[in-house]
């Protein structure tokens, strides 16, 4: 059975850095594009980064470039997600997701897996 399990969310406070992770059990992370996503109450889901299989293309939503970092490790079959400078407005449960196409994009519709989510809360 194919589960993503996120793990390293906490509280932090304003201008601090975390790092998330991605674990996948059931399958080779090698093969699929990860996706990082993030739902804030009362908000819709947002995508924040992407990686492709391949890991020669990453993307970033505008509000998070310069600030977060996504990589991965196929040996562990590991995502990971560094978020540096955070700020009060990145407070929300982030979820990666997993999908089999070569590039990834940050629309939540074309990702097949899903983890249950890890609570990032930001403030002082």
């Known amino acids: 059975q194919l589960q993503l399990v996120e793990s390293g969310g906490g509280l932090v406070q304003p201008g601090g850095s975390m790092r998330l992770s991605c674990a996948a059990s059931?399958?080779?992370?090698?093969?699929?594009?990860i996706g990082w996503f993030r739902q804030a109450p009362g908000k819709e889901r947002e995508g924040v980064s992407c990686?492709?299989?391949?890991?020669?293309?990453?993307n970033y939503a505008d509000s998070v470039k310069g600030r977060f970092t996504i990589s991965r490790d196929n040996a562990k079959n590991t995502v990971y997600l560094q978020m540096n400078s955070l700020k009060p407005e990145d407070t929300a449960v982030y979820y990666c997701a997993a999908a089999r196409f070569r590039l990834c994009v940050l629309s939540s519709s074309r990702y097949d897996y899903w983890g249950q989510g890890t609570q990032v809360t930001v403030s002082s």
């Open positions: 990686i492709s299989y391949s890991d020669s293309y990453t």
């Open positions: 059931g399958f080779p992370l090698d093969y699929y594009s």
